[in-house]
Antibody, heavy 122, light 107 residues
């Protein structure tokens, strides 16, 4: 079955960097894009970015350009989210999610990772 | 960006109740609307895609409808497993945006 397994929780100091991984299984990796969604404590869901796992091209929400970078390693079916110059307000659970397409271009998230808590604190 | 507004933000209901959640987009989104269910401490799960299509594993008591900018999620008979937070998401134009969520609590 389709599985997305994320790396474990991270505690980082302000200004540091973190790299969260999302390892997939159960389907052809390059057939589906991977999206990342952020959820701050007690808050709702916020779409961050997506990566085309066939081309490696990424698209970011405007609020997440610059310090947030997606990458992938096709050989191990894994995508990565790197966040640099961490701030306290980056404290959140970060989810990866596989995207599927309904009809002509209606992207939805049909499988999710378990989430990775990133805590930024001095 | 397309803004998504859900109502109510929270509601209290009993097992067996009919529950209705609405989601309004800031413009027409042509049924490019999806619903997710999230339980505390868990990842969201897909509930409805394309405004009204149910994944095979989702119980038939969940129903989605709507058109243009206005969409509705109905739970026909609330079950104990349905107490959760529900989010709508538009996929008409990036960046994909979510509603703020509707928390369904036990009365």
């Amino acid at each position: 079955q389709v599985q997305l397994v994320q790396s474990g929780s991270e505690l980082k100091r302000p200004g540091a960097s973190v790299k969260v991984s999302c390892k997939t299984s159960g389907y052809t990796f390059t057939d589906y894009g991977i999206n990342w969604v952020r959820q701050a404590p007690g808050q709702g869901l916020e779409w961050l970015a997506r990566i085309n796992t066939y081309t490696g091209n990424s698209t970011y929400a405007q609020a997440f350009t610059g310090r947030f970078v997606l990458s992938l390693d096709t050989s191990v079916r894994t995508t990565f989210l790197q966040i640099t110059s961490l701030k306290a307000e980056d404290t959140a659970v970060y989810y990866c999610a596989r995207e599927s397409v309904f009809r002509s271009g209606s992207y939805y998230f049909d499988s999710w990772g378990q989430g990775t808590l990133v805590t930024v604190s001095s | 960006d397309i803004q998504m507004t859900q109502s109510p933000s929270s509601l209290s209901a009993s097992v067996g109740d009919r529950v209705t959640i609405t989601c309004r987009a800031s413009q027409s989104i042509n049924n490019y609307l999806h619903w997710y269910q999230q339980k505390p401490g868990k990842a969201p799960e897909l509930l409805i895609y394309g405004a009204s299509s149910l994944p095979s594993e989702v119980p038939s008591r969940f129903r989605g409808s709507g058109s243009g900018a206005d969409y509705t999620l109905v739970i026909s008979s609330l079950q104990p497993d349905d107490f959760a937070t529900y989010y709508c998401q538009q996929a008409y134009r990036p960046p994909w945006t979510f509603g703020q969520g509707t928390k369904v609590e036990l009365k």
